[in-house]
């Protein structure tokens, strides 16, 4: 199993950054594709942005030219620098990871606890 945890996440004002990590561990197993994802309230989980072991990035409409993602392959871990906050980016930010472990060739994916993002004045 790999086990993902957040940090990162707090209150800031409109037209701020924040920046989540997410560090993915566990014994023999392979990574690949990681992301995020939120969850406003009173709305259905979405996609945010992925990315590939190779560094190939993927965002969701609405936070493109804002947000990016990078990773560290060696650490394992994922990042999110989001810039110029909105109210609306207010959600509890979920990482995520494809894995599997060695012996096998077929993907999981595993989901973190989640870190809240407060977006307000």
């Known amino acids: 199993q790999v086990q993902l945890v957040e940090s990162g996440g707090g209150l800031v004002q409109p037209g701020g950054s924040l920046r989540l990590s997410c560090a993915a561990s566990?014994?023999?197993?392979?990574?690949?594709?990681m992301g995020w994802y939120r969850q406003a309230p009173g709305k259905e989980r979405e996609l945010v942005t992925t990315?590939?072991?190779?560094?190939?990035?993927n965002y969701a409409d609405f936070v493109k030219g804002r947000f990016t993602i990078s990773r560290d392959n060696a650490k394992n871990t994922v990042y999110l620098q989001m810039n110029s906050l909105k109210p609306e980016d207010t959600a509890v930010y979920y990482c995520t990871a494809q894995w599997r472990p060695w012996h096998r060739t077929n993907y999981d994916m595993n989901w973190g606890q989640g870190t809240q993002v407060t977006v307000s004045s």
């Open positions: 990315i590939s072991v190779g560094g190939t990035t």
């Open positions: 566990g014994r023999e197993l392979s990574i690949n594709t």
